[in-house]
């Protein structure tokens, strides 16, 4: 074994043995999905204080709102309706993109385009040039999907990775236009 799967199994053997969470119900306790990027100083357990069943955790480069992630909420959400309740099932979706993000790179044409050339990826989708924009483009994108039902709940934070700070940039509405 490598010394990071060594320390990794050894923090999980500490963990399994104070584990108690054994009939946590499978809707999170805030019936709340955050999405956020993969960057490891963007941790939404521990900017946000989560304990293990608060939320759902999506990442990815950028925090984005990609195809697959428009495929993911709409099949959580329609999960969530179908687990029972009366009128439209609660579901917040809050997008949070964060400061000096690697994903600025994608936006760098020449960056972009030896990405593509050398790879064969294509990261438009996950580019950002301005975080505050980008995350209204992306409310916008949900927004537009018709498989993504318009009772979900969605906004927008904005990580300063320099001070530890959340600022609202996209207010929590419903999709419904």
């Not at 537009?144 to 934070?157: I, T």
């Amino acid at each position: 074994m490598s010394n990071t799967i060594t320390t990794l199994v050894n923090r999980n053997r500490q963990f399994a043995g104070d584990f108690t969470a054994t009939d946590m119900p499978i809707l999170p306790k805030l019936r709340t999905v955050l999405l956020t990027c993969i960057d490891a100083r963007v941790d939404p357990a521990h900017i946000f204080g989560l304990e293990l069943g608060d939320a759902v955790i999506m990442r990815n480069n950028g925090g984005r709102v990609t195809p697959a992630v428009v495929q993911e909420v709409s099949a959580l959400a329609f999960m969530v309706s179908k687990m029972g309740g009366e009128g439209p099932p609660a579901f917040e979706f809050i997008i949070i993109q964060h400061t000096q993000c690697g994903a600025q790179r994608f936006a760098d044409p020449d960056f972009h385009r030896e990405l593509k050339e050398q790879c064969g990826v294509d990261m438009s989708l996950s580019a950002i040039s301005d975080p505050e924009l980008s995350l209204r483009e992306d409310v916008e994108r949900l927004r537009d999907a018709p498989e993504v039902p318009d009772y979900v709940v969605v906004s927008g934070l904005l990580y300063d990775v320099k001070t530890g700070q959340v600022r609202e940039i996209v207010p929590p509405t419903k999709l419904a236009a």
